[in-house]
């Protein structure tokens, strides 16, 4: 198993150590993730790949302190998540969760509101228009586009200034082209802020063209499988991931996972 | 008489917004409120086309059979009675009536949503509660009133509880539907941004149960007019009340002044009616 023989150049942000879920259903137990240990340094942008249902989310909520562990522990700066962090953590959802009776603005101000701070409306706006969200302020998600609305959670996260973002497969439900539009517009927010992401997705391309490293999961229990250190030069285009280079290592990804039992990991 | 509610109930839960769709439940409100464009205006010149037809041709065929009008009231007498002696006879009663209803309902439609919204928190107590819920509400309650009476007296008290009994049970389901729609990943992102449990309630169950709230509201109170006329036609207070007048005007075959009761009382459940239905509009319209 590799652990963190990588060369981090910054300083560790997250630390994950021996991490098991076990959770109590009315089924039985259902076994979630085994001794699960990863290092994310400050900055990183490192995706985490699994199959469906390999604990992947439950390692996300974790990380933010919204689910407990049943062993092994996790380290945000050094100290243990014991519970949420919010001004620390930023989590987005799969599907952009946004509140339906509430328009954009009234939006973005939720989370303000549940930390009882004045709401920043420049930092909102400049966001919003980074995000080509301008001028829809007062329109409610069931009248923005699927895109849109994952946009708008991204800002209602970044509104917040967190350290860290935790994304949870937040650009599955969208179309390719949209997809290649948010990935896109998502590694120009990380240039510009620095931010540290965990990224999860079941997509093998997506996961390289983002990260700077691939976490492979096992399916449930979601083990360690392997991490895998990627080299395209930033900043990336869609055209790198035509090259023969990127095919070569979707292949490589590819093996490890179906080595591992896995099943419905996409390749594009 | 329990018919009309238990149609309501299953027509109204649609407050589904966009005029585009066409689903306004049972009647298309916007005809009567957005006068502005070609279309509904000719759709409100339609239904006071019908109404003026069927208004127009029972007075014609009440005349042609010159039918008197103990057996059946003309239209026209019923109107110029309604007009004429609204303040002699009818204001007070309709006051009396709005009371008992007023006061009842907002006892009955309080406690109904309080209970609903801490029952839900624990499905223990929503499985012990619930069998005498449905009792309470599928027992008609103005068949209280004479027994309320007889404990209470002869003032609005007797009516003002048989009105909250059938209200509250009715907020209280609708209200306990709402909010155990609980939404996870909602209550996981307020959560992710350190909300406690207060503020999950009220900034999302409350919200998500809101649409079903009003819909209760809107089922309660049909009932509660239903249980105040009814209750007041079976054993009134001293004040009287709409209820009471009917069974007076009829027992002295005054049609006409039965007839204008009658279209108080409607006019009265349509105004309830009309009135919940904008309140849904503006706070529920999101539910798609």
């Known amino acids: 198993m590799v652990l963190t023989s990588v060369a981090v150049s910054t300083r560790e942000k997250i630390s994950v150590d021996g991490a098991t879920k076990v959770y109590e259903a009315r089924t039985g137990p259902v076994h979630a993730l085994e001794s699960f240990s990863v290092e994310i340094g400050e900055g990183e942008f490192v995706c985490i790949l699994g199959p469906s249902g390999c604990g992947k989310t439950t390692l996300l909520w974790a990380m933010s302190g919204l689910h407990e562990l049943t062993r092994g522990r996790i380290l945000l700066d050094g100290r243990p998540v014991t519970g949420p962090r919010p001004d620390e953590i930023g989590l987005i959802f799969q599907e952009a969760n946004l509140l339906p009776w509430r328009n954009l603005r009234q939006n973005l101000r939720f989370p303000f509101e549940i930390k009882r701070k004045r709401v920043d409306e420049t930092r909102i706006d400049t966001l919003l228009r980074q995000t080509g969200l301008a001028g829809f302020e007062s329109a409610y998600p069931r009248e923005l586009s699927g895109g849109m609305q994952q946009r708008a959670s991204i800002v209602r996260a970044l509104a917040q200034d967190p350290a860290v973002l935790l994304m949870d497969e937040p650009f599955g439900a969208l179309d390719a082209f949209t997809r290649d539009e948010m990935n896109l517009l998502l590694l120009n927010l990380w240039a510009e802020s620095g931010k540290t992401i965990v990224f999860v997705t079941h997509n093998i391309s997506e996961a390289i063209f983002l990260a700077d490293r691939v976490v492979v999961m096992t399916p449930r229990p979601g083990r360690l499988a392997r991490i895998f250190e990627i080299e395209l030069p930033r900043p990336r285009t869609v055209d790198m991931t035509f090259e023969p280079g990127f095919i070569a290592q979707i292949q490589e990804i590819k093996r490890v996972v179906e080595s591992g039992g896995s099943h419905g990991v996409e390749v594009e | ?288």
Do not use: C
Not at chain 2, 21 to 40: E, K, Q, V
Not at chain 2, 186 to 205: D, E, M, N, P, V
Not at chain 2, 255 to 265: K, S, T
Not at chain 2, 269 to 280: E, N, R
């Open chain 2, 1 to 288: 008489m329990s018919n009309v509610p238990r149609e309501l109930k299953d027509e109204i839960p649609s407050f589904e917004g966009a005029p585009a769709r066409g689903d306004h439940g049972p009647i298309d409100w916007t005809a009567l409120t957005s006068i502005r464009t070609a279309r509904s205006a000719m759709e409100i010149g339609a239904i006071v086309a019908l109404g003026a037809a069927v208004f127009f041709g029972l007075e014609l065929i009440l005349r042609w059979t010159d039918t008197p009008s103990y057996v059946f009231p003309k239209p026209v007498d019923v109107v110029k009675s309604l007009v004429s002696d609204f303040d002699d006879l009818y204001m007070h009663h309709l006051w009396v009536t709005m009371q008992e209803f007023l006061v009842g309902f907002a006892i009955g439609a309080s406690i109904g949503l309080l209970l609903a919204a801490l029952i839900t928190q624990k499905p223990f107590a929503e499985k012990v509660i619930a069998p005498y819920v449905l009792i309470m509400v599928t027992t008609p309650m103005l068949a209280l009133v004479p027994f309320l009476r007889l404990k209470l007296g002869f003032g609005a008290w007797p009516l003002i509880i048989a009105v909250a009994l059938a209200s509250g049970p009715m907020v209280m389901i609708n209200a306990a539907t709402g909010f155990r729609r609980t939404d996870l990943a909602k209550i996981a992102l307020a959560r992710s941004y350190g909300a406690s449990t207060l503020q999950i309630f009220w900034k999302i169950r409350f919200p998500l149960a809101l649409p079903m709230i009003i819909v209760g509201f809107m089922v309660g109170s049909i009932f509660g007019l239903l249980t105040a006329v009814g209750g007041e036609m079976v054993a009134a207070s001293e004040a009287g009340g709409l209820g009471e007048r009917l069974v007076y005007f009829s027992s002295l075959a005054r049609m006409d002044q039965f007839g204008a009761v009658i279209l108080i009382i409607a006019t009265l459940g349509v105004s309830i009616y009309v009135l919940f239905y904008f309140i849904g509009k503006r706070w529920a319209s999101w539910e798609a």
